[in-house]
């Protein structure tokens, strides 16, 4: 199955990198491992993460306070958002999707 990031959810991602590349060194490469862990999960098993709404879902970082909102099409899973858990729930509702 195909991933495809949406824009904001890309540039979301390497913000977050950047952010935590500040704060200690290789944390940030330590989050993108962790979202490419997610990545992979919801490849496997696309159906299997909390619904969010009835086109949506979520699956949660184990280290981090973040979740990949992602919908899953029959053949590709589109990531909407790399939601910080803890501000601004539901920000990505007006976002495009498949």
């Not at 060194?25 to 330590?30: D, H, I, K, R, V």
């Amino acid at each position: 199955m195909k991933v495809r990031f949406l824009e904001p959810a890309r540039q979301e991602l390497d913000e977050t990198i950047s952010y935590y590349n500040t704060e200690l060194s290789g944390l940030g490469e330590a989050f993108l491992l962790e979202v490419l862990s997610a990545i992979e999960r919801t490849r496997q098993y696309p159906k299997a993460w909390h619904p969010l709404t009835e086109n949506t879902r979520r699956c949660q970082l184990k280290r981090f306070p973040y979740g990949l909102i992602y919908e899953a099409g029959e053949a590709e899973v589109l990531i909407i958002a790399v939601a910080n858990l803890h501000r601004r729930p539901g920000f990505w509702r007006n976002r495009r999707t498949l």
